[in-house]
C-alpha cells in the first residue's frame, strides 16, 4: 500500500499542476480585455491573482471548485436545491433503478439467447444496434412519450439509465454463460443432467466473474443516463439539472463542481461492486 | 432444484441396474462412425467388433485420430455411431447412460473451481437425487478410496494435478456404476505421478472390481494396467490388434522389467507400426 502513495500523488500532482496552467492561460484573455476596457495595464502577477478568482472564469481553478463543492455539500442542509448531496441522491435514485431494471433485464436477455437459437439471432442484433443510436438523440422522445401517456418523473429517468446498461450486462453474461467447456457440459451429460440442471449447478456460477465485471460497465453507464435523462427535462433537478442550469448562467464552478461530483459517484459506485465481487468471488471459492 | 416430480421421474427411468449376468458388458459389432466435415466425410471408425466383459481392465492405445476416443464416447452416448451395433450392459448406450451404468473421466479433471473437493464429488449425487445423507456418505466412502481423505473442504486449486485428478475419478465412482470410462485421465501429469496414480488404480480396481475401459497414449501404462489391450490405427479409425495379457492380476510396479511385460509391450508396438505403415 505504501509503495502505491508516491505514485498516486505525483498523478494528483501533475493534473493540479495542468490544471491551473490551463486555467491562467485561458481566463487571462478576460482580465486583459476588463483592464483594456478600463483603459489600465495590469502586472503579469495580478493576472495570475485575478484568473484564479474570477466569478465566471472560463476554466475554474481547482480551488474554486473544492471551494464550491465543500459549500454545496457539507454547508448546505441536504434538503436544499442548493446542494449537490440533495441533487447527487436524485441523479443517484434513478441511477440505482435504471440500473436494477437494466440488470434484470440483461439477464433474462442473455439467459434466453444461450438457451435459445433463435433468441440468439433476433434479440442480440437489437441489442448491438440499440446501442448504436446516440442516447442524446432517444433521450428526449423516450422522455416526451412517457410524459405523454402521464409516467414522468423517476421512471422516465430509469429507463434511460437501463437502456444504457443492460447491453454491457447482456455481452457479459452471454459470454460467462457459454465459458464452461465441451468437457464440462459433456460431464454433465454423462449424468443424464437437465438444462436446467446445467444451468443452474454450472452455467450461472460460471458466469459470475463474467457477470461483475459487466456490473461495473453497466452502473457507470447508468450514471451516464441518468444524468442525460435530466437534461431534457427542463433542468428541475438532478446532477444533470446543474450541469445545464450551469451552462444556462455560465456558472462554470458549478459545472465543474457537479462534474466532479458525478465522478466520485461513479468512483464510489463501482467500487461499491467490486466490494461485493471481492466478498461474493470468495465466498464460492474463487478468490485466491 | 430437483422437484420430486424430477427425481421420481429419474428413478422411474434409471433405478433398475441391469447387468446381463453372462454376456459382454461392452458389446460393440460391425460399428461405423463418420463425421461430416467441411473437408468431407471422416471415418472416425471403421468395423470396429468388440466384446469387453465384466470385470475386464481393457485399455485403448493408437495415435492420435485413430478414433480410441470416439469410440469411448460412443460407448458413452455422447457420439451416436453411424451404423452397426452397440450395446452397453445389454442396453442402447443412450439407456445405459440413464441407468447410471458408467462414470466418465476425462483427461482434464474439470473440477469446478466454486465447489470444494467434496462438493465436487457429490455433483452426480445431487443430479441424480440422493438425499443429503447419502450424499455425504458417498463422498466419504469413494474419497477415501482415492486417498484424498482430509481435503473434503480444500478448493480444487488447492491440491496438485494428480490430486485434482484422483478427486475427478472419486466423482466418477461416487454412483456406483459397474463401468468406469477413463479417456487419457493420466496424459497430462508428469511420469512419477503417473506411475503413482496407474498403481492405486490397480489396486481401486482390484477392491471395486469396476469394468473399466482405458484410453491412453503410453505403451506401458496399457501394457501394465490392462487385461485386454486394444490397439488402434487411424485413417479410418479401425482395430488392428487385441491382445489378452499373460500378466497376473497382481502387478507391482517392477512387473515392468520382466520378459513377459516386455513382450507385451514388443507385441503392442508392433501393431502400432504395422497400422501406420502406409502413411
Redesign the interface.
Known sequence: MRDHVGPVLTVIAAILAVWYGAAVWMNAAWTQQQAARAGTTVSLSEILADTMQQDRPRLPAPHQVAVELWETTAEKKVTSKRSLVYHGWITLSATLLGFAIGTGLGMLLAVGIVHSRAMDMSVMPWAIASQTIPILAIAPMIIVVLNSVGVSGLLPKAIISAYLSFFPVVVGMVKGLRSPDV??L?????????R??MF???RL?ASLPYLFTSLKVGIAASLVGAIVGELPTGAVAGLGARLLAGSYYGQTVQIWSALIGAAVLAGLLVGLIGLVQRVTLRR???A? | ??SAE?IDG?RDE?ASPVTPPDGPVIDARGLELVFQTNDGPVHALNDVNLQISKGDFVSFIGPSGCGKTTLL?AI?A?ETPTDGQLMVNGMTPDAA??S?A???V???A?L?????IAANVK??L???GFDKAEQERRAADVLRLVDLEGFERK?P?QLSGGMQQRASIARALAFDADILLMDEPFGALDEIVRDHLNEQLLKLWERTEKTIAFVTHSIPEAVYLSTRIVVMSPRPGRITDVIDSPLPRERPLDIRDTPEFLAVAHRVREGLRAGHAYD
Not at chain 1, 459433456?186 to 437437465?194: C, E, F, G, H, V
Not at chain 2, 469446478?112 to 470444494?116: A, E, H, I, K, N
Open positions: 468437457a464440462q459433456d460431464l454433465l451429460r454423462t449424468y443424464n443432467a437437465s436446467a440442471q443452474w449447478r454450472l456460477p464460492m471459492g474463487l485466491r | 432444484m430437483l424430477e429419474f434409471g464416447r458413452a455422447l447412460r440413464r447410471r458408467y462414470g466418465y476425462f483427461q482434464a474439470g469446478y473451481p466454486w465447489r470444494t455433483l452426480p445431487e443430479i441424480m478448493y486449486w
